[in-house]
């Protein structure tokens, strides 16, 4: 299972747009890449996921580089809701594996 | 509504006692899975289940086990508990093809006393 790389920590002030990396350097062709958030007290939620192309919904924008081995989760304006663990994971196409989380990387929003 | 729902969230139990935590859900999704999370190890399977009577092992198995007789259900079953089995427990489940999204139940706290 291809593992990915998240940074720890981040802050960000709100209604300010968040930038959150994610390293999968050992990525394969068929993998999606998939975001999730947990916020406190709470189990984790979809985000957002893609597989080559840029990704927008109603929560956030998926940013993947060209040669797939990074990708950026992008809130465009911050609230102190987003506040959570965001964890990125990559995903087969038949989705039929063992999946591998991580610690994630927890988000603080400064008022 | 679509839903993972499991049962109970909340269990206090001592060593050695059998217990089940029970997962279900209402998507008719082929890929089912469990997960236990502890403070500074985030989320960790256990075992995942591609389809009905097709199970395997996560990164974290031992002490625990899982039957799918059923597509909707996916309980784990711990036949003697112990303390380090004391943990936050999540279900999910997902449609297994085009990587479809994980749902995630609400948890379940566990205690081994």
Redo the contacts between chains.
Sequence with gaps: DAKTTQPNSMESNEEEPVHLPCNHSTISGTDYIHWYRQLPSQGPEYVIHGLTSNVNNRMASLAIAEDRKSSTLILHRATLRDAAVYYCILRQHFGNEKLTFGTGTRLTIIP | EAQVTQNPRYLITVTGKKLTVTCSQNMNH??M?W?RQDP??????IY?S?NVEVT????VPEGYKVSRKEKRNFPLILESPSPNQTSLY?C?S??????????????SRLTVL
Excluded: I, W
């Design positions: 082929e890929y899975s997960y500074g190890l985030g989320l960790r399977q995942y591609m395997d092992k996560g990164d999540f999910a997902s449609f297994g093809e085009s990587a479809g999204e994980l749902f995630f139940g609400e948890g």
